[in-house]
Antibody
Framework: VQLLESGGDLVQPGGSLRLSCAASGFTFRNYAFSWVRQAQGKGLEWVSGISGSADKTDYANSVTGRFTVSRDNSKNTLYLQMNSLRAEDTAIYYC?????????????WGQGTLVSVS | DIQMTQSPSTLSASVGDRVTITCRASQSIGIWLAWYQQKPGKAPILLIYKASNLEGGVSSRFSGSGSGTEFTLTITSLQPDDFANYYCQHYNSFSGTFGQGTKVEV
């Protein structure tokens, strides 16, 4: 199992960014995924999740209305579209594979991609 | 929303020690609790799920217990590789709630 995030960058407040997570080594469409972030020196914060077929999505209150999670099962890739970015969104963003089709138990994580809003 | 509170925030220990980290939920969560280990600059690693089940490949020095609102992670005979941050997580839904973390330091 490999998860490789990309797309992190330095962006101004109010700007947008799209993160990607390329997956390999397993049947991508069978698993739900989440984005989890971690600000420098801080703990882990669940951001958003999406089901295997993309028919269910969920968001943390802190990002609802600004972030959109999606996936392309033909490309084995997970996305996070981040709009109206704020300084408090600055963090390392990890994609995390659920152990199954629903519960947010994360058995594999990517290496993370850094988003800086300044 | 359910809140997860870990204690202590920092734990000082020595190689060979037995250490215990506690995680408390603001309301009963059954056994829907996981523990992760995270080293600086690295992604978290799943250690324990359903409160007491050891993830495959994880050392048997790690064990979890508890149910309802109080849970513990125990590391027996602490090894140099075990000095890290540890997080509990409640996960009975599509989303997850993490504790604030416990740093196990020398």
């Amino acid at each position: 199992v490999q998860l490789l995030e990309s797309g992190g960058d330095l962006v101004q407040p109010g700007g947008s960014l799209r993160l990607s997570c390329a997956a390999s080594g397993f049947t991508f469409r069978n698993y739900a995924f989440s984005w989890v972030r971690q600000a420098q020196g801080k703990g882990l914060e669940w951001v958003s999740g999406i089901s295997g077929s993309a028919d269910k999505t969920d968001y943390a209150n802190s990002v609802t209305g600004r972030f959109t999670v999606s996936r392309d099962n033909s490309k084995n890739t997970l996305y996070l579209q981040m709009n109206s970015l704020r300084a408090e969104d600055t963090a390392i963003y990890y994609c995390a594979k659920h152990s199954g089709s629903f519960l947010a138990l994360f058995d594999y994580w990517g290496q993370g991609t850094l988003v800086s809003v300044s | 929303d359910i809140q997860m509170t870990q204690s202590p925030s920092t734990l000082s220990a020595s190689v060979g020690d037995r250490v215990t980290i506690t995680c408390r939920a603001s309301q009963s969560i059954g056994i829907w609790l996981a523990w992760y280990q995270q080293k600086p600059g690295k992604a978290p690693i799943l250690l324990i799920y359903k409160a007491s089940n050891l993830e495959g490949g994880v050392s048997s020095r790690f064990s979890g217990s508890g149910s309802g609102t109080e849970f513990t992670l125990t590391i027996t005979s602490l090894q140099p590789d075990d000095f890290a941050n540890y997080y509990c997580q409640h996960y009975n839904s599509f989303s997850g709630t993490f504790g604030q973390g416990t740093k196990v330091e020398v």
